[in-house]
């Protein structure tokens, strides 16, 4: 490769200061199009309300029927997509980063099969009936599962957990969960019952207790994955630039399995299986942000938010009266949106 | 001494590369490591740089052992540029040089003038002024080192070590690399440690040479102390004549064949 042959690209005007105020751009367009996401979301549905409906529901309810549908049933639902979308998204951009590997997603971790696991074994054993009692179990089995993997992929390591550990002890437990999770639901009708409507992932019927129940879990990861952002920037040039940079990487990776944790953990136990999410967004956000994770993170958020909620959105309108589960739809827009990508676009190697 | 490695035992797992080393680099100088493939002379590097702990021996860094040193403070006095670095995709110049600023960073004081000035310096000193918003896979080779190279000067360190910063470029690319060492040298003062593979340009470009077989340093000194035809037998099996380089006046080794070690 010579210069010469290198095609001409016109150097970007204004340099860095142009290039920031381009990104903050994006961001608040990003930002725009979630706000239209939730607008559809609260006002679409089996009964579609009208938007002034809707503001005299947030504003002023007299308990007419659409107040109650809004503020009982869409507002939670809305909210609970928003932070799930967002959560995920950051998970599977931070996932991808750590990996160095544009097919990780969250699940890799464990956190799927753990939260699977412990939410099964609270219906079986202690006989929970309640969402909002599983969701406690799902994180706790999120958690615990994620903490296992990191604790097996250092074993045998110099220096902490490697990405190869990482994945090696991740694809294990999840196995190994999974195995002992269908052997359960197999013998118990009624764990089997709300296994298979978790698996699918839905954010319906969640009410608002819910949303208070992973909003500190979410809030916590968030915080964990802005400030390990500039470190995953270091650590994309390879451990041993890292290092020679300052960067601590045991302590920089651990910093990421813990928001991919909390932040993964937290919407896989409210929502169920959506981990789809987090594989797809990141590939979405990175043609707009480039591989700056201060950029990567925060664009992946808006986008997953964006997905979900729309397509929860279309799940409710197409079966009317009945709906898709938003797992359901999100694979089958999702699956072949995405192959249309990366075959148009190679995706970023990272 | 700026960087010292005292009585340094290095290796991978069980397997021992370097054993019972010492080795000091003197502030301001060009130091160059040679020695056959597998003769640990990476390894020595990476272990200068906090990039490798010793088993055994240690590393002091201005009188002061390496590894009990912040390592955010060691990245502000001592740069490393290990071999065959790479970057994501569509990372550009700058951003990748703007990169080497981290060690002077906080995580809520991101970018400031001196980070801005420090980025421009070493764009400059490269000469890729220009070329600072274009990605870096769209770089000529040469241009893709001089890029790597300018990251590890914006972290603004007296001392650098490059581990092979000449790999896979062209003669007149590595020229280039070499001159540009020189300068850092010549110009701003900095200490230059590297790992060459080429032993006419490693006598043309150093203060000194330090010739490693198996793990031991067999010589040290001036180029024309170091490159003598017995020491390229002792090292490299190679039957050779040193003459005088008619451009530089510094060693030049004409190989005739290798042969068998004694």
């Known amino acids: ?350 | 001494m700026r960087l010292q490695a005292v009585d340094v035992r290095l290796g991978y797992g069980d397997r021992v590369v370097v054993d019972g080393l010492d080795l000091g680099i003197e502030a301001g100088t060009v130091t160059t490591i040679i020695g056959p493939n597998g003769c640990g002379k990476s390894t020595l590097l990476r272990a200068l740089g906090r990039l490798l702990k010793p088993s055994g021996g240690e590393v002091l860094l201005d009188g002061k052992r390496i590894d009990r040193m912040p390592t955010k403070e060691v990245a502000r006095i001592l740069g490393v540029l290990p071999q065959a670095p790479t970057a994501p995709e569509g990372l550009t110049v700058a951003d990748l040089v703007a990169r080497g600023r981290h060690p002077h960073q906080t995580w809520y004081r991101q970018w400031s003038s001196d980070d801005e000035a420090a980025v421009g310096e070493a764009l400059s000193m490269t000469g890729l002024g220009d070329l600072g918003e274009r990605p870096l896979d769209e770089l000529s080779g040469g241009q893709r080192q001089r890029a790597w190279i300018s990251m590890a000067l914006a972290q603004g360190t007296d001392l650098l070590l490059l581990d092979e910063p000449t790999t896979f470029l062209d003669l007149a690319h590595q020229i280039e690399v070499l001159e540009l060492v020189r300068r850092l040298h010549g110009e701003l003062g900095r200490t230059v440690v590297m790992v060459l593979h080429d032993l006419n340009l490693a006598a043309r470009y150093a203060d000194r040479l330090v010739a490693m077989r198996a793990g031991k340093v067999v010589a040290a000194g001036t180029p024309s102390e170091v490159l003598t035809e017995s020491l390229l037998a002792e090292v490299f099996d190679l039957d050779a004549k040193v003459i005088e380089d008619p451009v530089a006046g510094t060693p030049l080794v004409v190989p005739i064949g290798t042969r068998p070690h004694a």
């Open chain 1, 1 to 350: 490769m010579s210069t010469a042959l290198a095609p001409p690209r016109p150097p970007a005007p204004g340099g860095v200061r142009a290039t920031y105020r381009r990104r903050l751009l994006v961001l608040a367009g990003l930002f725009a199009a979630l706000m239209v996401a939730v607008v559809l979301s609260v006002s679409t549905g089996a009964k579609p309300v009208p938007l002034p409906e809707v503001w005299h529901a947030i504003t002023a309810p007299t308990g007419t029927e659409n107040d109650i549908i809004v503020r009982s049933l869409r507002i939670p639902r809305t909210a609970i997509g928003v932070l799930a979308g967002i959560a995920l998204g950051v998970a599977g951009a931070l996932m991808q980063g750590h990996t160095r590997n544009p097919l990780a997603d969250p699940g890799l971790l464990g956190v799927t099969q753990g939260a699977a696991f412990a939410m099964v074994l609270s219906i079986m054993v202690i006989g929970v009936t309640s969402l909002y009692g599983y969701i406690w179990f799902g994180l706790a089995g999120a958690l615990i599962a994620s903490v296992g993997v990191f604790a097996l992929g250092m074993v045998g390591g110099r220096g902490g957990p490697t990405p190869v550990t990482l994945a090696l002890a991740g694809t294990a437990v999840s196995a190994f969960l999974y195995a002992l999770t269908s052997s359960m639901v197999l013998m118990d009708e009624q764990a089997m019952d709300v296994f298979r409507f978790w698996q699918a992932g839905s954010i319906a019927a969640r009410g608002g207790d819910v949303v208070w129940q992973v909003l500190p879990f979410i809030g916590a990861g968030l915080l964990l994955a802005l400030i390990n952002a500039p470190g995953l920037n270091t650590l994309s040039l390879g451990e041993d630039v890292a290092r020679a940079l300052g960067q601590n990487i045991a302590v920089t990776r651990a910093v990421g399995v813990a928001a991919v944790t909390l932040l993964s953990g937290a919407s896989v136990a409210a929502c169920g299986a959506l981990s789809f999410v987090g594989l797809m967004v990141p590939h979405l956000a990175r043609p707009l942000s480039g591989p700056d994770h201060r950029w990567l993170l925060p664009y992946s958020g808006l986008m997953g938010a964006c997905a979900l909620l729309l397509a929860d959105v279309v799940g409710r309108v197409v079966a009317r009266p009945g709906e898709l589960e938003v797992g359901v739809v999100l694979a089958l827009l999702g699956a072949p949106f995405f192959v249309a990508l990366v075959r148009r676009r190679k995706p970023v190697r990272l």
